[in-house]
């Protein structure tokens, strides 16, 4: 019997999960095709760390290790959801409600003195940031749009703001004293093992050791210099004061979870720097980070004595009120750019702002001009291209545009740029060396306290594998095929040499492959798009990441309606199911409204992959069946209009669930496996005779508070309750369980 593992995440994608899972292991059943549940939430992960301290009952399996052994192998199907990409604010708003709830876990320490206190931040840290991606990614990602999407996306455009050459939206990035312009890069002849140390007036300080690296590995390392990042930051203050422009940051605080909320409490810092002047000690004694953001330190605030507290937050307001105008994540609320490192991520916030005329919103709602904020260099350029490639042609046409697919090295935890244990902020001044067994020193840097080091690892399996993948993909799509890799960059020069030497295992003969920087790639891509004229951009994993959201909320509105394969290496498949990026909005209407516009479009797409990887390699022929007829179903109920709305009182993701079960059963109602029709006929005829009832119950369960039990760890009768509201859709699907 062939399994797939569904993954339990986190938000709107976890609610998402009590209505739809219940068809899906219904309809799988049908074709002695098992689905399971492995719990790769916040919340899994973090009660994970601590079985020690919990009662029997309270215990839960390492799910996230179990499934990332089950990656590498033949049988491996598994179905994953975006999950939390944990800043410091969620980890410690998650362990509150866990507490809450009565699990004996420890607080989080901020600042570790015992070893007892600094082994519980070591677990903590383990699950912070981009924690579940590279446990599962043991293959390469092949991530585009589904001619369905598509064809929908052409038909109904998503709205696109207009440009003006009036525009005065740009990008600012360092471009020198930045990760971009201190890199260097090594290929390991041989396997060895590295030392990371810092040298200075005493003895050597080892940073990391027992680092084991394989022959034909690349090795990366850089620096940023934290006084050329804070001289920067307070010049972009002043240059969005005076040019009148909002102010915003772009980072990855989830990804690079080490660096970028360091970055992000410089940028407040920079911000606010009469705040810190005047009130930094005592904010730093009271445990308030600017790392955590703005939002944490006003929360903070509310905890000490009016006469601490009441001048600090005077100070704020005061900064806030005197600065440049502020981009807000929030403007109802307050909340802006600065309040959670988590809140404005690059890879959905940049395509977000150039999708709407290349503004951002301020304190009164409006939209307004941007200077957006990218300290590191390396790929800023890409989103200054396409800003620019707008102001000068405007804005895209989705009825028209090409679309621009991407192969990503990812495999293996490769390029985990500042989200691992090999970045580190540097306790005093010195060089950092990385030392091979030989004591032969490889690489080094002369760093100052306080400034950003980090290295990485990428090994040589998965480049071959990543350039397979990209020949591969060429020649089905008939497109060029771009790698996006600077000659001129240290790490990129080493990877050039490998894609060249194994495009050469591969007959490439009439494919059209090419070598560009980023930002010639970019507008190489942007000219084919005006052109109607389809690419596929083979990146990087960080790239990987910005392109796939990217190009995809341009040309579908959103990154989730992207079908995104993982082949893994070992044979075995990983189907993704898209972004989860606006998840906590969504959540937190269902709790004011009982109304989850969740669309899960990418379960979707990402199951009938998962079928079809049944269906070959479990040679299941009604798995193949339920696979593409799973595909028609999906195709109608874009047609048909039966995606979620955002508003109250009209079809949500329950609503959309019950038309996707009610349009695959027609269709396998009609397949040719005998059996399958059998079996679907009366399922479809009662969904057909009963959407009437079934409607008119779902839409009533809207309008009111919900009650789910908790945001990260929700109580699981309360949601089963307010995601399956429909007792006559419940009962057919029910039934049909029970009946295969």
């Given at each position: ?151 929908f996306a052409r038909k109904h455009p998503h709205s696109m703001g207009e440009w003006s050459k009036d525009s005065r939206t740009r ?14 890069s090594v290929t390991l002849e041989a396997d060895d093992t590295l030392t990371i140390r810092l040298t200075g007036a005493g003895e ?244 100052s306290a306080g400034d950003i080091w980090r290295a990485c690892q990428t090994k040589d399996e998965p480049i071959r594998d990543w ?274």
């Open positions: 019997m062939a399994t797939i593992s569904w993954t339990r995440t986190d938000e709107a994608p976890l609610l998402a999960t009590y209505s739809f899972k219940p068809v899906v292991e219904a309809f799988a059943a049908t074709a002695d095709i098992g689905v399971e549940t492995r719990d790769i939430s916040l919340a899994g992960r973090i009660l994970a760390l601590f079985p020690e301290r919990l009662a029997d009952d309270q215990k839960v399996e390492d799910a996230l290790s179990n499934l990332g052994e089950l990656a590498t192998t033949p049988e491996a199907n598994i179905i994953k959801l975006p999950n939390i990409s944990a800043s410091v604010p969620q980890l410690k708003e998650a362990i509150t409600e866990l507490q809450g709830q009565g699990y004996d876990i420890p607080d989080y320490p901020e600042d570790p003195q015992s070893d007892e206190e600094k082994a519980v931040r070591a677990k903590y840290d383990s699950v912070k940031g981009s924690a579940v991606n590279p446990v599962l990614r043991e293959g390469n990602s092949d991530r585009r749009a589904p001619q369905a999407v598509k064809n990008v600012a990035t360092m471009g020198e004293d930045d990760f971009a312009s201190h890199e260097k050597p300080t080892v940073l990391k050791e027992g680092i084991k690296v394989l022959a034909g590995e690349v090795v990366d390392a850089t620096f940023l210099d934290v006084k050329a990042l804070n001289k920067f930051l307070a010049e972009q203050v002043e240059a969005a004061k005076s040019e009148d422009l909002l102010f915003s940051v772009h980072l990855k605080a989830t990804m690079m979870k080490v660096s970028d909320p360091i970055i992000f409490g410089h940028a407040v810092r920079a911000f606010l720097p009469q705040v810190f002047a005047e009130h930094g000690a005592a904010l730093e004694s009271a445990g308030l980070s600017p790392n955590d953001g703005l939002g944490a330190i006003l929360s903070g605030l509310e905890k000490l004595p009016a006469e601490q507290a009441d001048p600090i937050r005077e100070a704020i307001e005061k900064g806030l009120d005197e600065g440049p105008d502020l981009a807000m994540v929030n403007s109802h609320k307050g909340i802006t750019n600065l309040h959670v490192p988590s809140d404005v991520i690059i890879d959905a916030s940049m395509p977000a702002m150039i999708r709407t005329s290349g503004q951002m919103w301020n304190k009164d709602d409006q939209q307004q001009d941007t200077l957006a904020v990218i300290p590191d260099s390396s790929y800023a350029g890409v989103y200054q291209t396409v800003i620019e490639d707008c102001q000068e042609h405007g804005a895209y046409d989705p009825t028209t545009m090409g679309s621009v697919a991407n192969v990503g090295l990812m495999a293996k935890k490769a390029e985990e740029y500042g989200s691992h244990d090999k970045t580190f902020e540097i306790p005093a001044d010195g060089t950092v060396e990385v030392v091979n067994s030989a004591g032969e020193v490889l690489m080094s840097h002369k760093v350039v397979k993948l990209a020949v591969t993909r060429a020649r089905a799509a008939g497109t060029p095929a771009v790698f996006w890799l600077d000659a001129n960059r240290a790490h990129d020069a080493q990877l050039i040499a490998k894609v060249e030497k194994y495009l050469k295992e591969h007959d490439t003969e009439g494919l059209d492959i090419r070598i560009m920087s980023p930002e010639e790639a970019t507008q190489f891509s942007l000219d084919r798009i005006r052109a109607g004229e389809d690419t596929i951009s083979v990146t990087g994993n960080v790239l990987r990441d910005y392109n796939t959201d990217l190009f995809p909320i341009l040309e579908l509105g959103t990154s989730a309606k992207m079908l995104s394969v993982v082949p893994l290496m070992n044979g075995g498949g990983l189907f993704e199911t898209g972004a989860g990026g606006s998840a906590p909005k969504h959540v937190d209407q269902v709790v004011e409204e009982n109304h989850l516009r969740w669309d899960s479009l990418g379960e979707f797409l990402a199951l009938a992959e998962s079928l079809d990887h049944v269906a070959s390699h479990e040679d299941n022929p009604k798995a193949q069946a339920l696979a593409d007829a799973l595909g028609r179903a999906t195709e109608t109920l874009l047609n048909e209009g039966r995606s979620p709305s955002r508003k109250v009182g009209e079809i949500d993701n329950r609503g959309s669930h019950f038309y996707l079960a009610l349009y695959w059963a027609r269709e396998l109602a009609q397949s040719e496996d005998t059996e399958l029709a059998g079996v679907f006929g009366p399922v479809a005829q009662e969904l057909s005779d009963k959407e009437e009832t079934i409607t008119g119950e779902l839409l009533a369960a809207q309008g009111s508070p919900a009650d789910l039990g908790g945001y990260y760890h929700p109580d699981e009768e309360k949601v089963t309750s307010v995601m399956r509201p429909s007792q006559t859709f419940n009962a057919i699907i029910d039934g049909l369980r029970k009946m295969a």
